[in-house]
C-alpha cells in the first residue's frame, strides 16, 4: 500500500508511494479540496493539467448536499463527479470545531443543527463510515474530535479519549472495496496526548495517520511543534497526513519535519480575494502596479493562466468582477502548489531536498493575510473548509 522509496539524510523528509484503489500517489503530495464534490472555480480537466493526483472532499457536506440516496444512485462520488482518481474524504470531525456554534458533542456522536436550515442530524463513528463508504473514497478519514486553540488541558484529554474510542468503532464498520481508513492524531501542543494519541492509534493498525487539531487557530510555531510531537510516534511504513495545511512555505518545513500529504483551502480561498501565489510570497494581483504589467504573474511558471495572460489583464478582471479572473488565479495558485510538490519529490529523490529547502525558505516572504487556512468563517452557512 505505502513504499517508501528514499529519505533525506539530514532531515526527516519522505519520498513514498501510495497505492490505493483509484491509482497510485506520489508523495509528498497535495490534495486540492474539493469539499462539495468541486474544487471551488476549476474544472476536472484543469485539475489534471496542473498534475493533480488526489481530492479530497468533505462527509459532513454531502451528506447534507446532495444526500447520501443521490451518491448511491450515481454509483459513489468518483461517478457523481466524473472523477477517476484518487478521493479523499474528511470524516466530517472537522465541522466538530468549525460549527461549534451549532453543534453538541455526545460520547457516541456529534448533534448537529444543520448549516442550512437548522434541521437536527446526527454524526458519529458508524454515521461517517457509512458515509464514506457510500461515497466510495478511496481514503476514508476516522471520526474525530478536533478541539480548538487554547482548549484547556481537560477538554484536549477529553477529545483525545473520544477520538480513541470513536477509531475503534470506525475500524469495526464496513468499507467500501479496497478503501483505506486513517486515523487522526489529536492533543494540541501536549507531549504526553499526542503520543499516548499516536501510540494507540498505531496500535489499532490503521492504513495510514493524520495530524489533527493544526491550523485551528494557534500561532505557527505551536503548530509545527504539534506536528513534531505526533509524528515522532508515527511508523515510518505508514503515510502521514497533516491535515488543513498549509502555506508553501509551511508545506516546506512539515515536510522537513517527515509529512507526506497535504490539503488546504488556501490557493483557491485566496485566488477569490485576489492573491497569487509565487515562488517568493503571496502578492495583490489587484493592486494598481499590475495595471500595466504585461508580464504573467510568474515567469516560469507553465500554468495556464501564465502562458496566456498578463498581470494587466488578470488585474482588470479581477476590478470588473468577471469571473475568469478568479479562475485564473485559482488555476495558477493551485498549479503552483503542485508544481512545488513536484520539485520536492524530484530533489528528494536527486538527494538535494536540504539545499533546496535552504534557497527556498530564504527567498519566500510570508503574509500574514494568507497565513491562516481552515479557520472557521463568520457565517455559519460559509463554514465549509473552502467556504
Not at 448537529?112 to 478519514?141: C, N, T, W, Y
Not at 500595466?292 to 516560469?300: G, K, L
Request: proline share 6%.
Amino acid at each position: 500500500m505505502f513504499e517508501l522509496l528514499a529519505t533525506d539524510s539530514s532531515t526527516r523528509a519522505r519520498l513514498g508511494r501510495l497505492t490505493t484503489a483509484h491509482g497510485v500517489i506520489d508523495t509528498p503530495v497535495f490534495m486540492p479540496v474539493g469539499t462539495q464534490a468541486s474544487v471551488k472555480a476549476m474544472d476536472p480537466r484543469e485539475l489534471l493539467e496542473s498534475g493533480t493526483q488526489v481530492i479530497l472532499g468533505n462527509t459532513y457536506h454531502l451528506f447534507v448536499r446532495p444526500g447520501l440516496d443521490v451518491l448511491a444512485a450515481a454509483g459513489g462520488l468518483h461517478r457523481f463527479m466524473n472523477w477517476s482518481l484518487p478521493i479523499l474524504t474528511d470524516s466530517g470531525g472537522f465541522q466538530v470545531f468549525s460549527l461549534a456554534k451549532i453543534r453538541k458533542i455526545a460520547e457516541h456522536g456529534v448533534e448537529f443543527r444543520s448549516h442550512l436550515d437548522g434541521s437536527p442530524l446526527f454524526l458519529g463513528p458508524k454515521e461517517s463510515m457509512h458515509i464514506q463508504k457510500v461515497l466510495g473514497s478511496d481514503i476514508a478519514m476516522a471520526f474525530d474530535e478536533c478541539p480548538p486553540a487554547g482548549s484547556k488541558p481537560r477538554e484536549y484529554e477529553n477529545a483525545v479519549n473520544r477520538t480513541l474510542r470513536w477509531a475503534r468503532e470506525c475500524l469495526a464498520q464496513d468499507r467500501a472495496p479496497g478503501q483505506l481508513v486513517f486515523g487522526i492524531v489529536q492533543g494540541g501542543s501536549h507531549p504526553e496526548l499526542r503520543e499516548r494519541c499516536a501510540r494507540e492509534l498505531v496500535a489499532m493498525g490503521f492504513d495510514g495517520l493524520a495530524i489533527g487539531g493544526v491550523s485551528v487557530g494557534e500561532p505557527e510555531h505551536e503548530m509545527m511543534r504539534a506536528v513534531e510531537l505526533a509524528e515522532a510516534h508515527l511508523p515510518a511504513e505508514k503515510p502521514r497526513y497533516a491535515m488543513g495545511l498549509g502555506t508553501p512555505a509551511q508545506m516546506i518545513e512539515l515536510i522537513a519535519r517527515g509529512v507526506d500529504m497535504f490539503d488546504c483551502v488556501l490557493p483557491t480561498r485566496v485566488a477569490r480575494n485576489g492573491t497569487a501565489y509565487t515562488k517568493k510570497g503571496a502578492v495583490n494581483a489587484k493592486a494598481g502596479y499590475n495595471k500595466v504589467d504585461f508580464r504573467p504573474i510568474e515567469e516560469d511558471c507553465d500554468c495556464y493562466c501564465c502562458r496566456n495572460f498578463t498581470r494587466a489583464y488578470i488585474r482588470h478582471l479581477l476590478n470588473v468582477d468577471e469571473i475568469l479572473g478568479l479562475r485564473m488565479l485559482s488555476v495558477h495558485n493551485t498549479h503552483l502548489y503542485l508544481r512545488l510538490m513536484a520539485d520536492v519529490r524530484q530533489h528528494l529523490a536527486a538527494g538535494t531536498f536540504a539545499e533546496f529547502r535552504r534557497e527556498y525558505i530564504a527567498n519566500y516572504i510570508p503574509s500574514k493575510r494568507v497565513l491562516a487556512s481552515r479557520q472557521p468563517q463568520p457565517q455559519p452557512a460559509e463554514s465549509s473548509p473552502d467556504a
